[in-house]
């Protein structure tokens, strides 16, 4: 269960017709966790719930761990999406944007520099540790840890989240080198449940995304995680592990 302090940092706008989730976290970043009701709008159309003077970046999700940033992808001779999982800007005005219908949507907002990113965090990608390669990138770039502010938008819970062990091993690796499923049981919040099926286990992978943070040494303070289960709230969010159909939200930020 997600904590409600952090629950508490959570609202819903509609804004021209399309309810998305924004974070106080995130409160000086037009933003947005958007919602099956705003499907099939592109990022081209959601952004002008956002700001319409800005450019749009998105990518071919392949559940990895490659980023890119608006300038990398202009200057890539290609007509067709560029693949990757996550996009850190390099400039003001530009936003950025990840699809999503289970796994983790991530918006990052650097308060110092006004750089901001979009990542999408599946458990495939969390095993590649996503996420501690986009905050490297960060540091790479001037920032300083202290100044990030991290939202981990609306994605399956381990309540419905069925998995092989293997899976959590795979993505628990990228915490432990050993005795992997042993030192997931033992934090907290885990992110393992047990299931009734043999070498069967529930697994949140936005659990695992948050400890990851957390050995890098941000602190809770910097981090909300969204009180929503795709899996579980039909009327707002698809699901893949629930219908089986490729439809996805759109989730964005716009850099200062």
Same mark, same amino acid.
């Given at each position: 269960?997600?904590?409600?302090?952090?629950?508490?940092?959570?609202?819903?706008?509609?804004?021209?017709?399309?309810?998305?989730?924004?974070?106080?976290?995130?409160?000086?970043?037009?933003?947005?966790?958007?919602?099956?009701?705003?499907? /099939?709008?592109?990022?081209?159309?959601?952004?002008?719930?956002?700001?319409?003077?800005?450019?749009?970046?998105?990518?071919?999700?392949?559940?990895?761990?490659?980023?890119?940033? /608006?300038?990398?992808?202009?200057?890539?001779?290609?007509?067709?999406?560029?693949?990757?999982?996550?996009?850190?800007?390099?400039?003001?005005?530009?936003?950025?944007?990840?699809?999503?219908?289970?796994?983790?949507?991530?918006?990052?907002?650097?308060?110092?520099?006004?750089?901001?990113?979009?990542?999408?965090?599946?458990?495939?990608?969390?095993?590649?540790?996503?996420? /501690?390669?986009?905050?490297?990138?960060?540091?790479?770039?001037?920032?300083?840890?202290?100044?990030?502010?991290?939202?981990?938008?609306?994605?399956?819970?381990?309540?419905?989240?069925?998995?092989?062990?293997?899976?959590?091993?795979?993505?628990?690796?990228?915490?432990?080198?050993?005795?992997?499923?042993?030192?997931?049981?033992?934090?907290?919040?885990? /992110?393992?449940?047990?299931?009734?099926?043999?070498?069967?286990?529930?697994?949140?992978?936005?659990?695992?995304?948050?400890?990851?943070?957390?050995?890098?040494?941000?602190?809770?303070?910097?981090?909300?995680?969204?009180?929503?289960?795709?899996?579980?709230?039909?009327?707002?969010?698809?699901?893949?592990?629930?219908?089986?159909?490729?439809?996805?939200?759109?989730?964005?930020?716009?850099?200062?």
């Amino acid at each position: 269960m997600v904590s409600s302090c952090l629950q508490a940092t959570w609202q819903w706008q509609n804004s021209q017709d399309c309810p998305h989730l924004i974070c106080s976290l995130l409160q000086k970043w037009a933003h947005g966790f958007f919602t099956r009701q705003s499907y /099939p709008a592109l990022p081209k159309q959601l952004v002008k719930v956002l700001n319409p003077t800005v450019s749009v970046s998105h990518l071919k999700q392949v559940h990895g761990a490659l980023l890119w940033t /608006p300038q990398q992808l202009s200057e890539t001779a290609t007509d067709s999406l560029v693949q990757g999982d996550g996009l850190i800007t390099d400039s003001p005005g530009q936003s950025v944007w990840v699809a999503s219908a289970d796994c983790t949507p991530v918006l990052v907002g650097d308060l110092l520099t006004g750089r901001s990113a979009a990542v999408h965090a599946g458990w495939r990608g969390t095993a590649k540790s996503i996420l /501690p390669v986009t905050i490297a990138r960060f540091l790479s770039l001037g920032s300083h840890l202290e100044d990030l502010r991290i939202a981990l938008g609306p994605a399956i819970s381990g309540t419905v989240y069925q998995v092989d062990q293997d899976v959590a091993l795979k993505v628990g690796s990228s915490l432990f080198s050993e005795d992997i499923l042993d030192h997931l049981w033992q934090l907290s919040p885990s /992110p393992l449940l047990s299931d009734s099926q043999m070498n069967k286990v529930r697994l949140d992978v936005r659990y695992v995304n948050l400890h990851q943070l957390k050995q890098l040494g941000l602190q809770a303070e910097q981090i909300s995680l969204a009180p929503h289960c795709t899996y579980q709230d039909e009327d707002y969010f698809f699901s893949y592990r629930r219908t089986g159909d490729k439809q996805v939200q759109w989730s964005g930020i716009v850099s200062l």
